[in-house]
Nanobody
Framework: QVQVAESGGGWVQPGGSLRLSCTAS????????MRWYRQAPGKQREFVAH???????KYADSVKGRFIISRDNDKKEAYLQMNNLTPEDTAVYYC??????GGQGTQVTVSS
């Protein structure tokens, strides 16, 4: 069973930055596709970004140019660097390792 856990959320003013972290257990972390999703109040969960084992990345149009996904296989962690945040980025952010989700997510609130 792969255990996934997100951290790093918080409150930030518009234009600010946050860095989210995601840890995933398992021997084969380097082979996982790591993905970030988010769910805003009253909305469906949406894809944010993913990073493949070969380090190729893809972003949702809404975050392209502002968010950067990365990974450290030695630490078994993935990251989401979020810059120039706007109130529309307010959501609970979730991470997955292949099809394994953490469940709790981490809250990101952007407001003045």
């Amino acid at each position: 069973q792969v255990q996934v856990a997100e951290s790093g959320g918080g409150w930030v003013q518009p234009g600010g930055s946050l860095r989210l972290s995601c840890t995933a257990s398992g021997t084969y972390f380097s082979l996982y596709t790591m993905r970030w999703y988010r769910q805003a109040p009253g909305k469906q969960r949406e894809f944010v970004a993913h990073i493949f084992e070969n380090l190729n990345t893809k972003y949702a149009d809404s975050v392209k140019g502002r968010f950067i996904i990365s990974r450290d296989n030695d630490k078994k962690e993935a990251y989401l660097q979020m810059n120039n945040l706007t109130p529309e980025d307010t959501a609970v952010y979730y991470c997955s390792a292949d099809d394994h989700f953490g469940g709790q997510g981490t809250q990101v609130t952007v407001s003045s």
